[in-house]
């Protein structure tokens, strides 16, 4: 079974930047579809960026040219690159895997009930 680890989240100020990975020791993440989903205090679980299978990656308008998504192959890893953060990108971050091409979407929104496997999250709180 897909067991997705997340790490590289902390407390941040605003204007810093992070990076997330999301790794997996026995499957290989090349192989889905990988979303990073963010919850906000107070709010639904909603997805940030996604990549494919087949390559393509999109990350939603709030935080364009502000977060990157990409994957590693060779260390089985998924990154979420965050620049220039934001009190309102506080929230925890959970990566999620899928068995499908392409990234699933409702609408033009990425659609996070459509993957199957969720890591635990990790928690990006931003300080004031």
């Known amino acids: 079974q897909v067991q997705l680890v997340e790490s590289g989240g902390g407390l941040v100020q605003r204007g810093d930047s992070l990076r997330l990975s999301c790794a997996d020791s026995?499957?290989?993440?090349?192989?889905?579809?990988m979303a990073w989903v963010r919850q906000s205090p107070g709010k639904e679980r909603e997805g940030i960026s996604c990549?494919?299978?087949?390559?393509?990656?999109d990350v939603v308008d709030s935080v364009k040219e502000r977060f990157t998504i990409s994957r590693d192959n060779a260390k089985n890893t998924v990154y979420l690159q965050m620049s220039s953060l934001k009190p309102e990108d506080t929230g925890i971050y959970y990566c999620?895997?899928?068995?499908?091409?392409?990234?699933?979407?409702?609408?033009?929104?990425?659609?996070?009930?459509?993957?199957?496997?969720w890591g635990q999250g990790t928690q990006v709180p931003l300080s004031s």
């Open positions: 990549t494919s299978v087949e390559g393509p990656t």
């Open positions: 999620a895997a899928g068995p499908f091409r392409q990234c699933p979407y409702a609408g033009s929104d990425i659609f996070p009930p459509a993957f199957d496997y």
């Open positions: 026995q499957f290989t993440l090349g192989n889905y579809s």
